[in-house]
């Protein structure tokens, strides 16, 4: 496939390796979000707190930055087939151990986290594989299509999960989630090719080569730019999307948090969907700076505190301007040493999940002092401050050489 013509779905669904690493992805995000919302149901029937079932219902994703500090050499380390398939075996092991019942919450609650912090390390590997499978332009709509699919199967998940425990207890929704982990084993271990480890095994633990690692890559101005120019202008954005439901309610209207959540959520398809299928690498790579400004520009209009309608617009605006990153993905491949591809890629996205999080609960914080539509617009400041800050790195110039082709 060449480096700078536009890459079409259909090619990159001609590569039967990423058919079955799609599959994967999508049953993985299907699962855990299916198993944290019938677990956060079966905690909640089992003490009546709302604080325990929404402590079960995160268990799985607060371990995700302390697994992406501390064990992400592992994507490099082991090879690739083997590691995705021992993560889904440890994921159907503990969903079929909550599905059978018994285990004391605590319990319950310590064995989701503990295959949380080791879910930055199978994404990282599933990530890394991608260039192997596809390359030029095929790489970058392939990473579009995962984002766009990740987000859509997680919708898909909750909606589903919800309609399951309408019909069945939530024991019998834990089975049928234990029954996907089993799927993405299965795939993974026949529809994969076993290649080897990207980089040797070191004489040190992982936590160690990981700390190493790390240092290394936020080492080199290029690539932590570039992690920088991935981390901070959509978790400002983001951060103002935390205050969205108390801003509805300043409206009068708390039910409008609902649609306006639903046209970012689009706003974010959108993007992902135009800037991947229809712009061309050159022109996605010039429009990275403009589109990195979006996010932030957009909320700047909540000082004026719009009403739902145009709440909806913007936040669906702002959503689209996430597509940015796509503009990066070349550039950032480039720039990480292809023996630690995997930690670099699992890296940005730790850093993204991170970021989110840290930021909307600061924007919770500064709402318990400002009225919410500041608080929206001062994110958004801070986003479209970060993107300037990092023009250098989001522009043009910025650009990077593309990675080379390798065999798939």
């Known amino acids: 496939m060449s480096m700078t013509s536009p890459a079409r779905y259909r090619d990159v669904f001609a590569s039967a390796e990423f ?4 599959g994967v992805q999508t049953l993985l995000v299907l699962g855990d979000t299916v198993k944290m919302l019938a677990l956060s149901v079966l905690v909640y029937q089992r003490t009546d707190s709302p604080l325990a079932a929404a402590v079960a219902y995160t268990a799985g994703i607060l371990p995700y930055a302390a697994g992406g500090v501390l064990l992400l050499s592992l994507a490099d380390r082991v090879r690739p087939r083997t590691l995705l398939v021992w993560f889904h075996t440890a994921r159907f092991a503990v969903t079929g151990l909550l599905a059978l019942g018994g285990l004391p919450i605590p319990v319950a609650i310590g064995l989701v986290a503990l295959t949380g912090l080791f879910a930055p390390v199978g994404t990282a590997a599933a990530s890394g594989l991608l260039p192997d499978l596809l390359d030029g332009d095929g790489y970058v709509l392939a990473r579009s299509l995962l984002t766009m699919t990740s987000a859509g199967a997680q919708i898909a998940g909750q909606a589903a999960g919800g309609v399951l425990l309408l019909m069945i207890e939530p024991y019998g929704v834990l089975w049928l989630a234990t029954a996907s982990c089993l799927a993405a084993a299965v795939a993974a271990r026949f529809g994969l090719r076993d290649r080897p480890a990207r980089a040797e095994r070191a004489a040190v633990s992982a936590v160690r080569a990981t700390w190493r690692g790390n240092r290394r890559l936020l080492a080199d101005p290029m690539i932590r730019g570039l992690l920088l120019g991935q981390w901070l202008p959509i978790s400002f954005a983001v951060g103002a999307e935390g205050v969205m439901i108390p801003y509805a309610a300043s409206l009068g209207r708390p039910g409008a948090a609902g649609i306006m959540l639903a046209a970012a959520a689009g706003g974010m398809f959108a993007g992902s969907f135009v800037l991947g299928r229809f712009a061309g690498p050159a022109r996605r790579e010039r429009l990275t700076l403009p589109l990195a400004l979006l996010p932030g520009a957009s909320l700047l209009f909540f000082m004026m505190s719009p009403g739902p309608v145009a709440a909806s617009v913007l936040a669906a605006v702002s959503a689209f ?28 996205s730790t850093g993204v999940m991170s ?21 929206m617009a001062l994110f958004g400041a801070m986003s479209v401050a970060a993107t300037a800050a990092l023009r250098r790195h989001l522009g043009p110039q910025g650009s990077g050489a593309a990675p080379s082709t390798r065999p798939r």
């Open 19 to 22: 058919r079955v690493l799609f």
């Open 321 to 348: 301007g996430f597509a940015y990153e796509l503009g990066l993905q070349r550039r950032f491949l480039a720039a990480a040493p292809k023996e630690q591809r995997g930690q670099a890629l699992g890296l940005a």
């Open 355 to 375: 970021g989110q999080a840290l930021c909307m609960a600061l924007a919770g914080g500064a709402a318990e002092l400002l009225p919410p539509h500041v608080v």
